[in-house]
């Protein structure tokens, strides 16, 4: 795990840097705020965020320790993935971004391009109260200003946004048909779990299992072993089912669609509400068949889904 790299730039954009660390190259993403205190500087020390996910390894790095934890707190709400974390640190600094959270200005947290209000709304919401341990006072804060720089990083970042998503709604009943290979998490399924769950976000398999006020997972087993899970919130009158996964071996076999039924039957008698890719067709057809349906809405709810 890293904590912080400290080299030479070998490579500076508003968007990544490449540091040589003892004669290797590390690319890091970056944020404008980052670039723009060290753009000026050979040497440089980016403390990091490490992601392993099965496509690849990401650095993010920021210049200082309380920006890396303005974008951890970003990450951990539900449909603030990295890019647009690094969107929102692009254009405003760390200090400004506090006072925004503290006096709940949605408004003005929404000028951040391909940022909806709802968003702006829940990240607010999820985020007040969790400033105080940075170390920052707020600033004022005005409407972000267009120039050379700013605008190249928000365009760089734009291009690596996800596609358009669409809202869907549980709003029909469908019958439940219990499926044996669906069960409730077991301590003895941990290791399995873990080494299914997605690892590129916030919420990793142990972040959820540590928070069962939040989380309830059920899992799919095949020949006696986890072949995917389904992470679904339970604390609210309206939930999502966060994360469903099946491996790769195991698709095309109805796990996704059992270990959907299961979540909608777990949730009753409440609301759940979820965005996918708007291009997703399998996707949107496995939700509609077990009573979603499509509706309008802005970007704040994302389900992550790999079936």
Request: aromatic share 8%; charged share 25%.
């Amino acid at each position: 795990m890293y904590e912080y790299l400290s080299g030479t730039i070998s490579e500076l954009a508003p968007t990544h840097a490449v540091l040589d660390v003892g004669g290797g190259g590390d690319f890091l993403q970056i944020s404008l705020q980052t670039y723009s205190e060290i753009e000026h500087s050979d040497r440089v020390k980016l403390f990091v965020h490490y992601v392993v996910r099965e496509d690849a390894q990401l650095l993010y790095g920021f210049a200082s320790k309380a920006e890396r934890e303005l974008f951890r707190h970003l990450i951990s709400v539900s449909g603030v993935g990295g890019n647009t974390a690094r969107m929102i640190l692009s254009t405003y600094s760390p200090r400004e971004l506090q006072g925004i959270i503290a006096t709940e200005n949605a408004v003005l947290l929404k000028n951040v391009k391909g940022l909806g209000l709802k968003t702006a709304q829940k990240i607010i919401v999820e985020l007040s109260g969790k400033m105080a341990g940075l170390g920052l006072t707020g600033d004022t804060v005005t409407a972000p200003v267009a120039g050379g720089d700013y605008e190249e990083a928000l365009a760089a970042l734009g291009a690596e946004f996800e596609p358009e998503q669409q809202k869907l709604v549980l709003c029909r009943a469908v019958p439940y048909v219990p499926d044996a290979r669906i069960v409730p998490y077991r301590p003895e399924y941990r290791a399995q779990y873990l080494a299914l769950h997605t690892v590129d976000r916030y919420w990793t398999g142990e972040k959820v299992l540590a928070a069962p006020e939040v989380f309830r997972v059920l899992l799919a087993l095949e020949a006696g072993e986890a072949a995917g899970y389904i992470d679904l919130t339970h604390n609210s009158t309206e939930n999502e089912p966060y994360d469903l996964f099946v491996r790769e071996k195991s698709r095309r076999r109805g796990l996704g669609r059992a270990l959907l039924a299961a979540a909608v039957q777990e949730n009753r008698p409440n609301g759940m509400t979820l965005l996918v890719d708007i291009d997703n067709e399998a996707a949107i057809a496995l939700y509609e068949a077990q009573g979603f349906e499509r509706a309008d809405g802005e970007n704040n709810i994302t389900a992550h889904i790999c079936l």
